[in-house]
């Protein structure tokens, strides 16, 4: 019969180890180690270099638009004529500045914004319950863009964090392939959250960036 | 011993096929880190699938099932292409497990997220919304699943002997690793439409069309470069050419990724990824057809011997050891093709069970030599 085929067979060993296996498998350790452990120590102490300037446009989604306030981060999504990659109906954007992160969802949803917070609460309530930290929130409260859309959002507040979601829904008109126009909605949720403190310092900021959301007329 | 005898013996000890593959083997070290890096692969993996069961368990549930059908059908289809010297089911299931689990959860998931923000941080976020994925994920996930092709090497040696062998097992680790992300993918998609699972389902639609160009080529591509490169006892190493074929993989891996922003705005956009497709596809054939003739040999010298006993004709071997499409031309000419196609599949188990059995003459290489002659009087 042929035999087990071990890996090897009658070479010297080191603590009970073949030799001959102890490259290799510390070779793909390394790996690992370097994988999950130095890159997100670098990642972490490694600062952005490249803060939002004044004219700057993120996309939220393909026609929708928020202007960044000066000085913050854009650590992920695109800015408006800097990409090649088109940016389509479901995207994120998050802007950081210290502790602050402000993160934008955008996806097509059909309904009120109220029925998109209602929905993102009900997703945040089943993932609070999953990580037993449920996180108090206010009354809901109306908030109008400068182009005049109106969102509905809330604040919530836990041990050491605190902030705000905002939903709006906007109804764009993109062309079809068939060139006709054909009406869709597009819902945005903002997240804003940060340390206690941090978030109410930047609260101009913040409000500034929620206000200048707009959809493409 | 005759010629044709002492070839059987060179072809077992040559291909390693009858051989039995133990991933317990407390002497060697790739045992140890394989099962530790399995272990922090599902530590990772646990905490994302408990968010998904907790706010997207109905999307999680569709993409487990699409998936798992899905991952049948390819384990079928790649089984079915190792059809001569196969790779033994338990090795193929380490393989496929390491892809799962230890690859994305113990290297890519955090390696790919850390690598992707230097990349907004150093080079600004519109760089790397257009190309971030595209230089990280191919780097990180082929070695990520290179890794285990190279642990299971360690684990396996006498077993994989060939380029034709790291092609296979490099498909199933990279399926294994295909189908955890497809999975994820799938919650995630309806993560980002507010839980909508009808854009979970979308995603899985475009998932499975795309399912060929994907991981399980590129590992496959990978797999044969590094057993190219690495050597084995009867195929001497290539070192330039195992380099090639493992930057290929990864460069075919990061213009796939790079597609959307290669094509831009252009209307002709949708071309780039079908082209990059049908290269990838291509590679992946001309590997296979370059990899593959040794099997063959191996297999014709196994069955050679048979041929002498009168067991199997000259025709039939040649059929045997040849392409599928040769074995299918021989069935078709022959006057009753499926007593034809019994006598392949019988004469495909005698062999199996002459490397099983060492080329010994054992009672149960007689009774599959009957077998043989059963078919073919059927």
Request: proline share 4%; hydrophobic share 50%; net charge neutral.
């Amino acid at each position: 019969m042929a035999g087990a085929a071990t890996g090897t067979t009658g070479e010297e060993r080191l603590l009970g180890i073949d030799r001959k296996t102890i490259a290799p498998a510390l070779l793909v350790l390394a790996l690992a180690l370097l994988m999950s452990v130095v890159l997100p120590a670098i990642d972490a102490r490694t600062p952005y270099h490249h803060a939002t300037r004044k004219g700057d446009v993120a996309v939220l989604a393909g026609g929708i638009t928020l202007v960044p306030a000066q000085g913050w981060d854009l650590a992920n999504g695109a800015l408006l004529g800097q990409t090649r990659t088109p940016v389509g109906d479901t995207a994120q954007t998050e802007l950081i500045d210290g502790g602050v992160d402000l993160f934008a969802q955008a996806a097509p949803f059909a309904g009120t914004p109220s029925a998109l917070l209602a929905r993102v609460e009900r997703i945040n309530a089943d993932l609070d319950h999953a990580r037993g930290r449920p996180a108090p929130v206010t009354h809901h409260y109306d908030v109008t863009t400068r182009q005049g859309d109106v969102g509905v959002a809330e604040d919530f507040a836990g041990v050491s964090r605190q902030g705000s979601i905002v939903a709006f829904v906007f109804r764009s008109r993109p062309r079809s392939t068939a060139g006709q126009a054909q009406p869709t909605s597009e819902g945005v949720e903002i997240v804003v959250s940060g340390p206690i403190g941090s978030v109410a310092r930047r609260r101009d900021a913040i409000v500034a960036m929620i206000r200048s959301v707009r959809a493409a007329s | 011993m005759s010629t044709v005898a002492a070839d059987r013996r060179r072809a077992i000890e040559q291909s390693g096929w009858g051989e039995d593959f133990h991933l317990v083997q407390p002497h060697n070290l790739a045992f140890w880190v394989y099962c530790t890096l399995v272990v922090a692969g599902f530590t990772v993996l646990r905490g994302q699938v408990s968010i998904a069961l907790a706010a997207y368990s109905g999307a999680l549930f569709d993409g487990v099932v699409s998936f798992g059908l899905l991952a049948v059908a390819y384990l079928w289809f790649i089984h079915r292409e190792d059809r001569y010297t196969t790779i033994p089911p338990r090795l193929a299931a380490a393989g496929f497990v390491w892809g799962a689990i230890a690859a994305p959860g113990a290297f890519a998931l955090l390696g790919n997220d850390a690598v992707m923000r230097l990349y907004a941080k150093t080079l600004g976020a519109s760089f790397a919304f257009d190309w971030s994925a595209a230089l990280t994920a191919p780097v990180d996930e082929e070695l990520a699943k290179g890794a285990g092709i190279l642990l299971l090497l360690v684990l396996a040696s006498r077993l994989i002997r060939s380029p034709f062998d790291g092609l296979i097992l490099g498909a199933f680790i990279g399926l294994g690793f295909q189908i955890s992300e497809d999975i994820s993918y799938a919650w995630i998609g309806a993560a980002n439409a507010f839980g909508d699972i009808g854009a979970a389902n979308s995603t899985i639609v475009v998932r499975t069309l795309a399912s060929i160009p994907s991981h399980w080529m590129y590992t496959g591509i990978f797999g044969a470069g590094l057993i190219w490169f690495v050597g084995r006892p009867d195929v001497p190493a290539r070192k330039g050419l195992g380099l090639g074929l493992m930057a290929t993989a990864m460069l075919l891996h990061g213009l796939w990724d790079a597609s959307a922003a290669i094509g831009g705005d252009s209307v002709f956009g949708w071309i780039v990824p079908i082209v990059i497709a049908g290269v990838l596809i291509s590679v992946f054939v001309r590997v296979y057809q370059t990899t593959v003739p040794i099997e063959r040999k191996w297999m014709h010298e196994l069955l050679t011997p048979e041929v002498e006993l009168g067991v199997i004709t000259p025709a039939e071997l040649d059929a045997l050891a040849g392409s599928r499409s040769t074995q299918r031309a021989y069935i078709r000419r022959q006057r009753d093709p499926r007593t034809a196609r019994r006598v392949a599949e019988a004469e495909t188990e005698l062999a199996h069970q002459i490397a099983r059995d060492d080329g010994a003459e054992t009672d149960s290489v007689r009774r599959a030599r009957e077998t043989v002659a059963r078919a073919r009087g059927s």
